[in-house]
């Protein structure tokens, strides 16, 4: 059981990229999902979740308008596409799901039940 994010790198301010979240041994559904992120010498973050069905998502305030999550639970896979890249946003970003008792609650504001390996996104000129 486990997730696995992908798709980071290294990219020039402004830029964008799209990250991916699969998960393997268990699949997505049922779950609310979250994108965290790790800067060096930082705690880890949350910054955006979304839950089960996919129609209500939540975003820290310093990256609304630049960041989006969708999931495509056909496919078991949640994606952040993240534009406007700023170098603040410099992490490595992991993704998380927690089983979802409802479609209300944002459960990223609390402990998830399982994390994957993260993604390094740097971005520099």
């Known amino acids: 059981v486990q997730l696995q994010a992908s798709g980071g790198g290294l990219v020039q301010p402004g830029g964008s990229l799209r990250l991916s979240c699969a998960a393997s041994g268990f699949t997505l559904d049922g779950y609310t999902v979250g994108w965290f992120r790790q800067a060096p010498g930082k705690e880890r973050e949350w910054v955006s979740c979304?839950?089960?069905?996919?129609?209500?998502?939540w975003y820290v305030d310093p990256v609304k308008g630049r960041f989006t999550i969708s999931r495509d639970n056909a496919k078991g896979t949640v994606y952040l596409r993240v534009n406007s890249l700023k170098p603040e946003d410099t992490a490595v970003y992991y993704c998380a799901a927690h089983r979802a008792y409802n479609s209300r609650t944002n459960y990223c504001l609390g402990g998830m039940n399982y994390w994957g390996k993260g993604t390094l996104v740097t971005v520099s000129s």
């Open positions: 979304i839950n089960l069905f996919g129609d209500t998502t």
